[in-house]
């Protein structure tokens, strides 16, 4: 039977979890307690779930792939974008633990209930700020960020996040179309801009000033 454990382990086995930080969260942090009800017997499979409002939770590979790439360290401030089930921002806020800031934005009203609700559950809500409002644009009232976390496919990286992310930076962003785009990591260095490729994803649009309309 699918446990938490036999998850994680099996992100590790095929090369998904690489850190131990990224292991040692991804097992406090219960996936169970963050999809619906109708989907708590899918919680430990390694697929993508549906929420509500034509939105997804994503796969644990998925979300494994995109914290080792992010490369989160103690005591950071991350903005993620696209809040969901409040699973990624959770793991977050146990990567950049004590003196760490978790800031999380959702523009669906309904999503955005249903994270606050079940981010109450986690451990570290202490360090995690969730706004409802255009992801988009970013969280200007909080910036500069260590890192963003985009969990939604833009049509291209928005501006507002590229100012938004401190110098020597990094985001990890879906960009292309509104099925299928390319996962990007962008670091800043100054007013250099360097983009590495890791290849295709599916993930629901960006919608938005500038994401899709």
């Not at 977050?92 to 800031?103: F, T």
């Not at 976390?149 to 990890?172: I, K, N, S, Y």
């Not at 250099?192 to 649009?205: L, S, W």
């Amino acid at each position: 039977m699918q446990n938490l454990e036999s998850m994680v382990r099996r992100l590790v086995s095929i090369g998904y979890i690489k850190s131990e930080r990224v292991k040692r969260c991804m097992l406090a942090v219960d996936r169970a307690r963050f999809v619906p009800e109708r989907c708590r017997w899918e919680a430990y499979l390694d697929r993508p779930l549906p929420l509500m409002c034509g939105q997804t939770i994503s796969a644990p590979h998925m979300v494994a792939l995109m914290l080792e790439l992010l490369d989160v360290e103690y005591g950071m401030k991350v903005l993620e974008i696209g809040t969901g089930s409040g699973y990624h921002a959770c793991l977050l806020a146990c990567l950049v633990g004590d003196g760490g800031r978790v800031v999380t934005v959702e523009r669906i009203p309904e999503v955005h209930e249903y994270a606050v609700e079940r981010l109450k559950r986690c451990p570290h809500s202490d360090r995690i700020r969730a706004v409802l409002g255009d992801g988009s644009l970013g969280f200007k009232e909080e910036a500069p960020y260590d890192r963003i976390l985009v969990t939604c496919g833009a049509p291209d990286v928005p501006p507002p996040l590229l100012e938004q992310l401190a110098d020597d930076g990094l985001m990890v962003i879906p960009v292309g179309g509104t099925f299928f785009q390319e996962l990007i990591r962008v670091r800043k260095k100054g007013k250099k801009i360097r983009k590495e490729r890791f290849g295709d994803v599916a993930f629901v649009p960006m919608m938005g000033k500038y994401g899709w309309r």
